[in-house]
């Protein structure tokens, strides 16, 4: 059974920081593309990153580029999303998302999911 659990979600001010995790079980880690999904309330599900299998590719959307960085693990089974100079803009819901193969910003690429964590940015 696939899990992927994230964490690292929590509150913070514009201009400060946040680490997500992301620890997937039961698949071959290393065979996945990892991306990092949002979601918030008034919107739909966005892409935010994605990670290559073994990290030499990153790719990121524009709205976040040079502010985030993904990054990923093997050893350990953990996809990473460092969250630099945060917005109230980034505030959703972070979901983590495996694809088999090769991933991209297309969603519907991704088999599994996280239940995600929630990022509050407060001005």
């Known amino acids: 059974q696939v899990q992927l659990v994230e964490s690292g979600g929590g509150s913070v001010q514009a201009g400060g920081s946040l680490r997500l995790s992301c620890a997937a079980s039961?698949?071959?880690?290393?065979?996945?593309?990892m991306g990092w999904f949002r979601q918030a309330p008034v919107t739909g599900r966005e892409f935010v990153a994605a990670?290559?299998?073994?990290?030499?590719?990153?790719y990121y959307a524009d709205s976040v580029k040079g502010r985030f960085t993904i990054s990923r693990g093997n050893a350990k089974n953990t996809v990473y999303l460092q969250m630099n100079s945060l917005k109230p803009e980034d505030s959703a819901v972070y979901y983590c998302?495996?694809?088999?193969?090769?991933?991209?910003?297309?969603?519907?690429?991704?088999?599994?999911w996280g239940q995600g964590t929630q990022v509050t940015v407060s001005s």
């Open positions: 998302a495996a694809a088999r193969g090769s991933g991209s910003a297309s969603a519907m690429q991704y088999s599994y």
């Open positions: 990670v290559s299998w073994f990290g030499r590719s990153t």
């Open positions: 039961g698949l071959t880690f290393s065979s996945y593309y």
